[in-house]
Nanobody
Framework: QVQLVESGGGLVQPGGSLRLSCAAS????????MGWYRQPPGNQREVVAT???????NYADSVKGRFTISRDNAKTTVYLQMNSLKPEGTAVYYC????????????????WGQGTQVTVSS
């Protein structure tokens, strides 16, 4: 089994900062990519930022210059540093990992965390 455990959400004022963390554990052989997605109230889930094991990074246009995604050296934990937060950033933030479970199985599977609430409000 694979678990993605997120932490770091909460209530923050507009202009403030939060740092989200997501740790992957369990039956993992490789993690080609990890990312953060969010689902605002009444809206669909959308991509925020992604990072590959090779260091390729992509951001949604709405967060460029304000959010930074990174991974630890073991590449099993992904972070999202969120600065200059805006009220429209209020959402449940989900961690995603594309990973392989075993060296003998080339299939890549998608796993999701349970989500962490971020509320940006004064």
């Amino acid at each position: 089994q694979v678990q993605l455990v997120e932490s770091g959400g909460g209530l923050v004022q507009p202009g403030g900062s939060l740092r989200l963390s997501c740790a992957a554990s369990g039956r993992i052989f490789s993690i080609p990519a990890m990312g953060w997605y969010r689902q605002p109230p009444g809206n669909q889930r959308e991509v925020v930022a992604t990072i590959t094991s090779g260091g390729m990074i992509n951001y949604a246009d709405s967060v460029k210059g304000r959010f930074t995604i990174s991974r630890d050296n073991a590449k099993t934990t992904v972070y999202l540093q969120m600065n200059s937060l805006k009220p429209e950033g209020t959402a449940v933030y989900y961690c995603n990992a594309l990973l392989g479970n075993d060296y003998s199985d080339s299939r890549i599977r998608s796993y999701w965390g349970q989500g962490t609430q971020v509320t940006v409000s004064s």
